[in-house]
Nanobody, 121 residues
């Protein structure tokens, strides 16, 4: 599975952005998809995860109420809609695939290369 993120941009505090994760190859069949982010000088951190059917969704505390993860399995796409962006949301955002729904980056099987989000105050 190859994952390609898009949608990163320079945004103002308070703006909204939608990130996309496209899957190529065997597609997303059976995979949970998670979003992680890594800010400069900081460790990668979990953002959100959605299981294959969309019935299980988890968010990091920092993103609860400000983001929505969704997926379109027919299109092999996963989305992360973010609202009320803050400067501390500045990071490279990665999507990752795993057969098990998890918030741990060390269990992910596949990773994209990331998309950069910069939020100015």
């Amino acid at each position: 599975v190859q994952l390609v993120e898009s949608g990163g941009a320079l945004a103002q505090a308070g703006d909204s952005l939608r990130l996309s994760c496209a899957a190529f190859g065997r597609g997303l069949s059976g995979y949970a998809i998670a979003w992680f982010r890594q800010a400069p000088g900081r460790e990668r951190e979990f953002v959100a995860v959605i299981n294959w059917s969309g019935s299980t969704i988890l968010y990091a505390d920092s993103m609860k109420g400000r983001s929505t993860i969704s997926r379109d399995n027919a299109k092999n796409m996963v989305y992360l809609q973010m609202h009320s962006l803050k400067p501390e949301d500045t990071a490279v955002y990665y999507c990752a695939a795993n057969g098990v729904t998890s918030d741990r980056d060390d269990v992910m099987d596949y990773w994209g290369k990331g998309t950069l989000v910069i939020v100015s105050s």
